[in-house]
T-cell receptor, first 115, second 111 residues
Framework: NAGVTQTPKFRILKIGQSMTLQCTQD?????MYWYRQDPGMGLKLIYY???????DKGEVPNGYNVSRSTTEDFPLRLELAAPSQTSVYFC??????????????FGPGTRLTVL | LAKTTQPISMDSYEGQEVNITCSHN???????ITWYQQFPSQGPRFIIQ???TKVTNEVASLFIPADRKSSTLSLPRVSLSDTAVYYC????????????FGTGTRLQVFP
């Protein structure tokens, strides 16, 4: 299993441009998450999904959009990029069942700079 | 989702035992306590999880008192490679869809 994969690894955007950060997991996890991490800071939840076709806002959703058309993929869309969106973006997934509280698996991250 | 409070940073020397405490006063009956480790430029990774009393694995131990309002991650004989940020997360099987991380504890290990 590759686990959680993210593309691209690095990206530089100009102000006002848009892009999609890709996230794919091959563990058949039902839950997926997007976090951002600013330099020296903790993780902030942007959006999450509890299954295909279902998404919900996290702590800092403004300026982002998501979709979940398949179990495996959870892309994050940035529209009209702003310098405040310069950050490292992490995707995570986990399997939610009734038996235990399963841990999250994180991808390697995408480092985004908006100039 | 229970709010967690951890020390912002801790320093230690190689070979010492490090204990990082997390407070979670409003933990719910069904909540588990999970700890993650994050190295620079990497995503967090799972270290250990517990519900009550003590849990031990090859990496760490987790101590949870009877009232479960706090927990302590114990790292035995740390090395330089244990320098990382450690996050405590509280959530349950029935009531947690959002998973929000706290600020974490930045552990610096010196030679």
């Amino acid at each position: 299993n590759a686990g959680v994969t993210q593309t691209p690894k690095f990206r530089i955007l100009k102000i006002g441009q848009s892009m999609t950060l890709q996230c794919t997991q091959d563990m058949n996890h039902n839950y997926m998450y997007w976090y951002r991490q600013d330099p020296g800071m903790g993780l902030k939840l942007i959006y999450y999904s509890v299954g295909a076709g279902i998404t919900d806002k996290g702590e800092v959703p403004n300026g982002y959009n998501v979709s979940r058309s398949t179990t495996e993929d959870f892309p994050l869309r940035l529209e009209l990029a702003a310098p405040s969106q310069t950050s490292v973006y992490f995707c995570a997934s986990r399997f939610r069942d009734r038996g235990r509280f399963n841990e999250q698996f994180f991808g390697p991250g995408t480092r985004l700079t908006v100039l | 989702l229970a709010k967690t409070t951890q020390p912002i940073s801790m320093d230690s020397y190689e070979g010492q035992e490090v204990n990082i405490t997390c407070s979670h006063n409003n933990i719910a009956t069904n909540d588990y306590i999970t700890w993650y480790q994050q190295f620079p430029s990497q995503g967090p990774r799972f270290i250990i999880q517990g519900y009550k009393t003590k849990v031990t694995n090859e990496v760490a131990s987790l101590f949870i008192p009877a009232d479960r309002k706090s927990s302590t991650l114990s790292l035995p004989r740390v090395s330089l490679s244990d320098t990382a940020v450690y996050y405590c997360l509280v959530g349950g099987t029935y009531n947690t869809d959002k998973l929000i991380f706290g600020t974490g504890t930045r552990l610096q290990v010196f030679p």
